[in-house]
């Protein structure tokens, strides 16, 4: 899942610094943060606010509050089929389900890519609504 950052030309860009891995991080657990903070409502605000101060500075952290806010964008849908099915009564045992699943999945994929980042690797969320890039 992790991979080098290409650039325009097809070779990587130079390693990033270190203050742009501790951005990265930061890009990627802001939304862990944010959700536990707001009971998961909020875990967008994070990797976006990052994104907006960083998109015109550095590629990599660009990318990386990218990708977890295009991931957290999975998440939020899930998290609603969810409570869509737990109003149909019937479905409640299936809402429960998908909750877990959205709830574990988040706090795996975002640890795993805090970690690609202090590595300085790019990580790519396996299911992500692309909005940002």
């Known amino acids: 899942m992790t ?19 501790t951005w990265a991080i930061l890009g990627h ?5 944010a959700a536990v903070i707001s009971a998961g409502w909020l875990s967008v605000v994070g990797p976006l606010v990052i994104w907006a101060l ?10 990386a509050a990218a ?9 939020w849908a899930a998290v609603i089929v969810g409570w869509i099915m737990f109003f149909t009564v019937i479905l409640i045992p299936v809402a429960l389900i998908v909750w877990l699943v959205a709830v574990v999945a988040a ?4 640890i795993k ?4 980042a202090n590595r300085g690797e790019l990580y790519r969320y396996p299911w992500a ?5």
């Open 3 to 21: 991979q080098p950052i290409p650039s325009p030309q097809g070779q990587g860009l130079p390693a990033p610094t270190s203050e742009e891995r």
């Open 29 to 33: 657990l802001a939304a862990v943060i």
């Open 54 to 63: 960083y998109k015109d500075k550095s590629a990599f952290v660009r990318q």
């Open 67 to 75: 990708g977890a806010f295009n991931f957290n964008l999975a998440v």
């Open 107 to 110: 706090l795996v994929f975002h």
């Open 113 to 116: 890519a805090a970690l690609a």
């Open 129 to 133: 609504i692309t909005v940002l890039r």
